[in-house]
């Protein structure tokens, strides 16, 4: 119960998009602000992203204007769109579940997380 999945990760060339998205079951993700943090190799987690309940976003400098956050909650998801792919966004990505954006910044804040999905940008 309770549990929020990632999806949609892979290797993608330089340039492309993708879409991540993240599945809550065990509870309505409507009643929640969602957030996408990533941990690329040998560093910390990020936060990149967060959508509030009334669909307020926020977004970090380093994807701001490539990267788009939307929730469909009439099926319990939540989606992070990614164009204009770099090698630096090569990272495992999470969603996480918390009441409000109000601490998005810190990863920590969010008090539920899924199992991550590899995000890979090479040639």
């Known amino acids: 119960q309770w549990q929020l999945v990632e999806s949609g990760g892979g290797l993608v060339q330089p340039g492309e998009s993708l879409r991540l998205s993240c599945r809550a079951s065990?509870?309505?993700?409507?009643?929640?602000?969602i957030g996408w943090f990533r941990q690329a190799p040998g560093k910390d987690y990020e936060s990149l992203s967060c959508?509030?309940?009334?669909?307020?976003?926020n977004y970090v400098d380093s994807v701001k204007g490539r990267f788009t956050i939307s929730r469909d909650n009439a099926n319990n998801r939540a989606y992070l769109d990614m164009r204009s792919l770099k090698p630096g966004d090569t990272a495992v990505y999470f969603c996480g579940a918390e009441d409000s954006c109000r601490t998005w910044q810190n990863p920590m804040s969010f008090d539920y997380w899924g199992q991550g999905t590899p995000v890979t940008v090479s040639l």
């Open positions: 959508i509030g309940r009334d669909d307020t976003t």
């Open positions: 065990g509870f309505r993700l409507e009643y929640y602000a």
